[in-house]
């Protein structure tokens, strides 16, 4: 990735869960700490959501997951984020996850899980730390 | 209401005090914050006296229970003539499980159904389609057909309860399942007593389980009210919804004015149709929030009763006073629940509870400890619904109607709450009325930022929610969470695959053409859908031909 553009972060909401405070409130904190965010709107198949990171040229691919769901779209997501080469991305699940889904999403490649509570700046930390982002200055891709 | 030359010398004597006493303590121990605000951001004073409420007029603008402008309750006795219907939203995985939460529900003291569907039946998917992977019994149970609704509601009295159904999209075909169980079993239409969800406008706002454009979905709802007018004496065929708006992160006067406005959207829609106003508005029912500001809430409640009294009457006509009262709904606040610490909710949603019942609700659900984490476990639901009876037989505040009616502080925010809300009546229709503004993201947009500004105040620490930004502990779960049978989806998949291959296939034809054809021509289209589901046709299937055939909404998208 060019060294001197903004970090490129997709939000997006795979399957039917309506509940987009969440995702809204994130993109815009993300927005707001200097990140470029697309942000996809809800009702998005994992297909859409793998072509959308490719298009956009993303690091960050977050995905907000309310109904329970995750278990049956993250997995597709990953393999299709795989399968298009985009095997650096960092992807983050935020949403209600139950304790004993963590380990299994992390098997797959998810490196951050974000529950219910999280603080935006907790989220906007955790990205600047696993992009070595320099914390002083605009985040910019390494 | 208060005298005007005593309200002038009690804000003489209040500066004064301002200055001397209170200046005083400050200067000795400063206050917690600069400026106090409500949840929602407004500022509240130090102290409410007389002054701050002396244009109020208690004729005018609070009345008696029962009566114009129903300020303080839209029955003569409140609960001393009948508690609120203690109503627990419930639903997951099958048809069979949710059958046995229900008489659980009703065995422990729950005196109405609520039915919580899910994701693939909101959006009018059957359980097998493409687009329901994953989403089986998540968020509710999953009803396909008149067959798993037949099983839902077996054994349930459904002549003696009422029946509560959070379905909007596909709300007139779930409700003809209804209709049509019952009436399988001897029980006519007309006794049969309940309320559909099928607030379509607050999905396009806040909740988004829209399918079809504004226009046709409009057109439904009226099919619908109109139904109920005709047919359904007993039935509430929309509850106009505050709940999801606040969930999406409105703050308390948005909630009350974006769901009024949407409330006389319908009214308009329906005399447009040609109703008269007093057939149906008797029958239009509202579902609000009950948030964590206490007072607030309760100025809220008491606010939509006056400003939907006196819209219908004053603006609408109505003459009979049932189409003037305000009878609402209450949810505490899901969104307040929090993941860490769970067994905290237990005390906030008592405390909402408080609140609704203080604020005059008909009907309460209260939110379980869990639900920030899963669906609700028994245990956790049955917590919840004590919470409502410790209510109603310990606390005596249901002794009197309204009691904090001629609090200071609780006029003021009423009033507050009116003024603020007429003002956003203006902005809507500004730009043109709500459904414009949704086509514009008004509301979108002012949710957004209500729910931004939330956070940040969370984020920073102005705002603390304990267990969450701080008395934080570091503690492993202890409470148990509900366990779904694993095999349900598999049996749902089977009973849908054999009843497509068992009923009579040229009458679910027959019937689905009948559909088609009403949604072309216009005529009400509850008539021919009744007759589809008496056949068997699928949720999917009906609301296939009406996606054909009305086409699909999709949103401009805005963060």
């Known amino acids: 990735m060019a060294s001197s553009r903004k970090v490129r972060v997709l939000v997006a909401k795979p399957g039917l869960d309506g509940h987009d405070r969440g995702a809204k409130v994130v993109a815009r904190a993300l927005r707001d700490a200097g990140f470029e965010v697309i942000y996809t709107g809800i009702r998005q198949t994992p297909e859409a959501i793998a072509e959308a990171a490719l298009q956009e040229d993303v690091d960050v691919v977050g995905l907000s997951i309310l109904s329970g769901a995750h278990m049956a779209l993250v997995p597709k997501i990953m393999r299709l984020l795989k399968e298009k080469g985009l095997n650096d991305v960092l992807v983050l699940v935020g949403g209600i996850i139950p304790d004993e889904d963590v380990p299994k999403l992390k098997a797959l490649g998810v490196k951050g899980v974000f529950g219910p509570g999280t603080l935006t700046t907790d989220i906007i930390a955790f990205i600047r730390r696993e992009l070595n982002l320099d914390t002083e200055e605009a985040p910019k891709a390494a | ?559």
């Not at chain 2, 500066?15 to 000795?28: G, H, I, M, N």
């Not at chain 2, 059958?99 to 159904?113: D, H, I, Q, S, V």
């Not at chain 2, 947009?445 to 984020?459: C, K, N």
């Open chain 2, 1 to 559: 209401m208060y005298d005007k030359e005593q309200a002038r010398k009690v804000h003489e004597e209040k500066e004064r005090w301002e200055e001397t006493t209170v200046q005083k303590a400050l200067s000795r121990f400063p206050e917690r914050y600069e400026k106090f605000t409500t949840i929602s951001g407004k500022p509240v004073e130090r102290l409410y006296t007389p002054d701050n409420v002396v244009d109020l007029d208690y004729f005018r603008d609070l009345g008696f229970p029962g009566e114009f402008p129903f300020t303080r309750g839209p029955y003569p006795t409140m609960y001393r003539g009948r508690l609120w219907t203690m109503r627990m939203f419930a639903g997951f995985g099958t048809a069979e499980e949710t059958n046995e939460r229900f008489k659980y529900l009703l065995a422990e003291g729950e005196t109405g159904l609520s039915i919580a569907f899910d994701l693939p039946t909101l959006y009018g998917y059957d359980t097998d389609a493409p687009e329901a992977e994953g989403e089986f019994g998540k968020c509710g149970v999953a009803v396909s057909s008149l067959r798993d609704m037949e099983i839902l509601l077996d054994g349930i009295p459904l002549d003696e309860i009422t029946t509560s159904m959070t379905i909007n999209s596909p709300a007139a075909v779930i409700w003809a399942m209804y209709i049509v169980t019952a009436e399988k079993r001897g029980i006519p239409r007309r006794v049969l007593g309940g309320t559909i969800q099928n607030d379509i406008l607050k999905e396009y706002i806040a909740q988004k389980e829209y399918i079809f454009p504004p226009e046709p979905s409009m057109r439904l709802v009226v099919d619908t009210i109109e139904f109920a007018a005709n047919e359904m004496p007993r039935w509430h065929p929309i509850s106009i919804s505050g709940y999801h708006i606040r969930e999406a992160g409105s703050t308390a006067v948005q909630e009350l004015a974006f769901t009024l406005a949407d409330g006389f959207t319908y009214v308009e829609a329906a005399l447009e149709r040609g109703l008269d106003v007093d057939a149906f508005a008797p029958r239009l029912s509202f579902f609000f929030n009950v948030h964590n500001d206490f007072f607030e809430e309760i100025a809220k409640f008491r606010a939509a009763r006056r400003i939907w009294a006196r819209a219908m009457r004053d603006k609408y006509g109505a003459k009979n006073p049932r189409s003037w009262t305000l009878r609402f709904h209450a949810q505490t606040a899901g969104c307040t629940l929090t993941a860490q610490q769970p067994e905290n909710n237990i005390v906030r949603v008592a405390i909402q509870a408080l609140a609704a019942v203080l604020g005059g609700a008909q009907s309460l659900h209260t939110n379980s400890m869990d639900e920030a984490l899963a669906l609700p476990s028994e245990k956790a639901v049955r917590i919840a619904l004590r919470t409502q009876q410790i209510i109603a037989h310990e606390t005596e505040v249901t002794n009197t109607i309204d009691p904090l009616g001629g609090s200071f502080y609780v006029e003021a925010l009423t009033n507050r709450m009116e003024e603020e809300a007429n003002e956003y009546f203006r902005r809507i229709e500004s730009l043109g009325g709500v459904i414009p503004a949704i086509e514009k993201g008004f509301f979108q947009q002012e949710i957004a930022d209500a729910a931004f500004r939330y956070q940040l105040e969370v984020d920073a620490k102005r705002r603390i929610i304990v267990g969450v930004n701080e008395y934080v502990e570091e503690e492993p779960l202890e409470i148990p969470l509900l366990e779904m049978d694993p095999e349900g989806y598999d049996r749902q998949v089977r009973r849908l695959q054999e009843l497509r291959r068992t009923r009579d296939n040229r009458e679910v034809t027959r019937t689905l053409h009948e559909v088609r054809e009403a949604a072309r021509n216009g005529k009400n289209l509850m008539y021919p859908i009744l007759d589809a589901v008496a056949a068997y046709a699928t949720l999917g299937e009906i609301m296939g031909i009406l996606r054909e055939e009305f086409g699909e909404w999709e949103e401009p998208v805005w963060f």
